[in-house]
DNA sequence: ATCAAGTAACTGACTCGTCAGTTACTCTAG
DNA sequence: CTAGAGTAACTGACGAGTCAGTTACTTGAT
């Protein structure tokens, strides 16, 4: 909102990050195949024409959006991970960027979890979702690695169990973050804590190695 | 698999059901937008008039899918659940449900995970989520309720971090399942057992009432 | 048994609204 | 006075929904 309703006429590149912010806004409310390009044109105050001056078509469009989603997520995920040392840390830091992000980006978290299930063409928003594990299984097997008292055998076992708990606490914690958004009565601190202490019980229990025995069948 | 190829002409029941089939497997494969009326019609080798005369649109035909799709998969789900007794097995038996319909549904499968963020209008869907969110909850909490060892205070903060911890499970479940599907290479009682002990563990942390301090912040 | 009358299953070819993308023009800042 | 920011009005394709008719099956009177 650097500029009032009666600017009019912008340059080229300040123009299309403008569009660029109207068209995450509308795909993330209404999702891809409800948004037209004329929503995002008067949304935008503008006509069709000019928008497809800056995106040759409704696909790149979308594959624009999705990129700098990308681009801004990732950044900020591994801004938050470098800045810690220990992995309880980083964890933890990596909860807190999504409920932040989350937070003060709804229509970018809307934008992503509508469309994360959903597109494997473009390619961006899976890879939203495969850097989004594979940072995950980054943390759980860096910790593993700077062990020193694993033998190697027990480190093998330990990455196969790490892999299967990625997407468990992947899951969990969007899953979360997405029910938090609807219950707004909710404390986000509560939520927050028990996400993370969820997430660090599984991650504690595979640091152990210990198996628990099945309680059934 | 009734009858061969050879059938032509079916009764109207049997029509009906064999179109909700056809319909489900191509609403999960391409979901919603992607599939065609068309597409449902020529897979069912039949034309789409006689589609309209049995659903009279799209919408109507998604929903009644969808509802059919709730109702077997919580038949499956209640009665897993009522066969048991204590609430780990219940849980366990939860999980192994979930599993078992992926694997021998996966077109009814994909239907919800493709739809399931997506629809509120219809409210099928919508109410799948809720449905199996409040099997988790009601799990938890007659767990809860029946250990007389609890006062009324206590067991009402329980009941406020049960509610936080369906979100959690029920996303951890979803996502390992899925995530399973996408690894034919993993063991199934691999993955199964692992979502089992993660979950369990939330649920024990639960039980016990302790709460963990803080590694972080 | 048999065939005409009746009905239910089924179809090909249409309409009509919608929406991505284009064209031919106007306006204004520098 | 001109380049490029902007628009209104258009086109073409696609897809949901319809309709006028055809084909297969059932029934009951002879």
Redesign the interface.
């Known amino acids: 909102m650097t500029d009032t309703a009666g600017r009019r006429r912008m340059p080229h590149a300040r123009r299309r990050e403008q569009l660029r912010g109207v068209a995450l806004g509308e795909f993330g409310r209404r ?1 891809y ?1 409800d948004t037209q390009m004329e929503h995002v044109a008067a949304a935008a105050q503008v006509s069709k024409a000019l928008l497809y001056q800056h995106f040759p078509s409704k696909d790149e469009l979308f594959a624009d959006v999705s990129a700098a989603v990308v681009a801004e997520l990732t950044e900020r995920l591994s801004a938050a991970v470098l800045a ?1 040392q220990d992995s ?2 980083r964890i ?2 990596m909860i ?1 960027v999504l409920f932040d992000y989350a937070t003060d980006e709804p229509d970018a978290w809307s934008f992503i ?2 469309h994360l ?2 597109f494997q063409g473009g390619g961006e928003l899976r890879g939203l979702r495969d850097r989004l594990g594979a940072s995950f299984a980054g943390l759980l097997l860096v910790r593993r690695r700077s062990d020193p008292t694993l033998s190697p055998a027990a480190l093998a076992v330990n990455e196969r ?1 790490a892999r ?13 973050v ?3 958004l609807e219950h707004p009565d ?1 404390a986000r601190d ?2 927050e ?6 997430i ?3 991650l504690d ?1 595979l640091r152990s190695g210990e ?2 025995e ?4």
């Open positions: 999702g195949h810690e309880a840390a933890a830091a807190r979890v509508r299930d959903k169990r299967l708990l990625v997407p468990l606490m992947y899951g969990a914690i969007l899953s979360s997405s029910w938090w909710t509560e939520a804590a028990m996400a993370l202490e969820f660090w019980l599984g229990r198996r628990m099945h309680h059934v069948r």
